[in-house]
């Protein structure tokens, strides 16, 4: 077995990202009004398969993945200000490689990241015609479940419902993926929990709008310390189980076998998987040009049985050299040679199909996957307990009545310097998320600038004197203008938070304290030690009359 770093696209969904601004979820997407097409059959899956609903003919993934690099010059793409290039919303691109995914034997492409408010129907339109289906991840290059600080938080979940509104209409689309490669090691399997919520709420979300009944799986790197667990967990947990599982597979290099590769033994292993299983990327390049022998094993008797197929990796040629085409200066497309091996392999293959009806009929009741254990011998660390839904109106109902808010740091590493410090402090447990355990705050998915607000302001609402110098001297942290009102109205959000906070009594004692203080007309000296990143903050005599201005807006 070969273990190796293949490439940058399989990061792309769980590269850093850096939150957006919440104005966003405010208004949402606006995008042009889908259309529906129904030129080809929709996928279903029954059992461990996959079905072509109109005809009941067994589906086999013939595939690969589709996704140009936002750094290839020879793209004819307006790519400024963009983190990726969205190939399904630019008929330029489609267009110009449907005739050469028809010439690969495809019936499928993976497609990493789309654009929620561009309009795809051109290029699904086509690639239904080309008889081609979609296999699609919800997240991108900055909004995904990230492994080493995972959240199921309201800005990825906002992400990901855009996607299924945008997409969920075409019949090509084979399936969403929830999340790629998040676990990838045994390092982080507490991030799985968050992306087994991501499933269960996404079947929900287009369940509750009508939509489809669209797969929703997962795809996961081929790790050895990880492989079992990774795949019990995935497969078990009724409606939050994954309705496929993909895998990264890359343990057949050159011209190896069915023996010597690895494949035998993974398809032993997976023989009685209850739900449909597929290489989601495969295509070892340690010997170039690829002659994609895997091909015919995988498609083959033994495999077939068990496996539904796979794409291979990449369509586009860039650095990584795992593609099958280049792009010239001209836009013009240039077959590799690797492009010929791999067409000629697809068009050997003709694997043995099921009849639906038939397989119903046969197929032994799927035995109930337990889910892996947590122990101090155990490499799994995943918790059974999933992070709740996230709540959009919650966390904005939290953040309009707080006395203080934050504006985005310049890097999450400053952004959890500053929050450890905060909550060195102050019991911030109502903001934390560990998969390991199980245990997510009431405010755990709301996103990173709520969450210091809700420590900033309960470490100093009730010292108001050095939280608005604060407020002055610090670029992330201001004074929310609208707290005051929001407190009065005695609302819903007011009393939510109020439990949090206890704001009222604090501002009561806070504005006592600095009536006391301000009769001798002496400066306030407050020195705030330093705790984690958190700064030395010392009030003066400016501080002293912004802080009278305060008190008297409440007074008044």
């Known amino acids: 077995m070969v273990e190796y770093r293949k490439h940058t696209m399989n990061s792309i969904t769980n590269s850093f990202r850096i939150l957006p601004v919440i104005i966003i979820l405010s208004f949402g997407i606006i995008r042009a009004a889908p259309t529906p097409i129904s030129v080809i059959s929709p996928i279903e899956v029954f059992g461990s398969k996959f079905f072509v609903r109109d005809t009941g003919e067994q589906f086999f993934i013939r595939g690969i993945a589709y996704q140009p690099s936002i750094i290839d010059d020879n793209l004819e793409v307006d790519v400024r200000g963009a983190k990726y290039i969205d190939p399904l919303g630019d008929p330029k691109l489609c267009l110009r490689d449907i005739p050469h995914l028809k010439k690969l034997k495809i019936n499928t492409i993976r497609v990493y990241s789309v654009d929620p ?4 129907d051109t290029c699904m339109q086509a690639l239904a015609e080309a008889g081609i289906y979609v296999l699609l991840d919800l997240a991108e290059p900055d909004t995904s479940i990230v492994r080493n600080k995972p959240s199921w938080d309201i800005i990825v979940w906002k ?13 090509n689309l084979l399936g969403f993926f929830s999340g790629n490669e998040v676990t990838n090691d045994i390092t982080n399997t507490d991030a799985s929990p968050f992306v087994k919520a991501a499933i269960r709420d996404v079947k929900e979300y287009i369940d509750a709008n009508g939509y489809r009944k669209i797969p929703v799986g997962y795809s996961t790197n081929d790790d050895a310390d990880t492989r079992d667990e990774l795949a019990q967990y995935f497969s078990c947990g009724g409606e939050a189980a994954a309705d496929f599982y993909g895998i990264n597979m890359y343990e057949w290099c050159g011209y190896s076998s069915y023996g010597t590769s690895g494949y035998k033994e993974r398809t032993k292993e997976f023989e009685d998987f209850p739900i449909p299983i597929f290489f989601s990327e495969f295509g070892c390049n340690l010997v170039r040009p690829r002659p994609f022998t895997e091909v015919g094993a995988l498609y083959g008797a033994k495999m077939s049985k068990v496996w539904s197929g796979g794409l291979a990796y990449m369509y586009f040629e860039e650095e990584n050299e795992y593609g099958v085409v280049k792009i010239d200066g001209n836009n013009k497309v240039i077959e590799l040679e690797d492009f010929h091996n791999l067409r ?13 009806l038939e397989y119903l009929k046969t197929v032994k009741p799927a035995v109930k996957t337990t889910c892996p254990k947590i122990s101090n011998y155990s490499n799994w660390k995943g918790s ?10 919650k966390c904005d109902c939290m953040q309009k009545t707080l006395p203080f808010l934050v504006k985005p740091f310049k890097s999450s590493l400053e952004h959890q310097e500053y929050f450890d410090g905060i909550c060195s402090q102050v019991n911030c447990s109502d903001t934390i998320a560990d998969g390991e355990l199980g245990i997510y705050g009431s405010f755990s998915d709301c996103t990173s600038e709520q969450k210091l607000a809700l420590q900033v302001s309960k470490l100093y609402s009730d010292r108001l004197d050095v939280a608005v110098d604060l407020a002055m001297d610090n670029e992330h942290i201001y004074y929310n203008s609208e707290y005051l009102d929001r407190i009065q109205r005695n609302d819903e959000c007011s009393t ?3 439990d949090v906070l206890d704001i009222k009594n604090t501002l009561q004692k806070s504005i006592k304290k600095d009536d006391e203080n301000s009769s001798d007309g002496a400066d306030l000296k407050v020195t705030k030690s330093n705790a984690g990143s958190s700064s030395h903050y010392v009030n003066s005599g400016c501080a002293l009359f912004f802080v009278t201005i305060f008190i008297a807006s409440f007074l008044l």
């Open 117 to 120: 408010s561009k309009s795809h």
């Open 496 to 498: 939510m938070v109020e």
């Open 344 to 356: 000629a392999e697809f068009q050997k293959v003709n694997p043995e199909r099921l009849d639906k």
């Open 384 to 393: 059974t307990k999933l992070p709740q839904k996230p709540d959009y109106n």
């Open 159 to 171: 992400r990901y419902m855009d996607v299924i509104d945008a997409m969920h209409q075409y019949s």
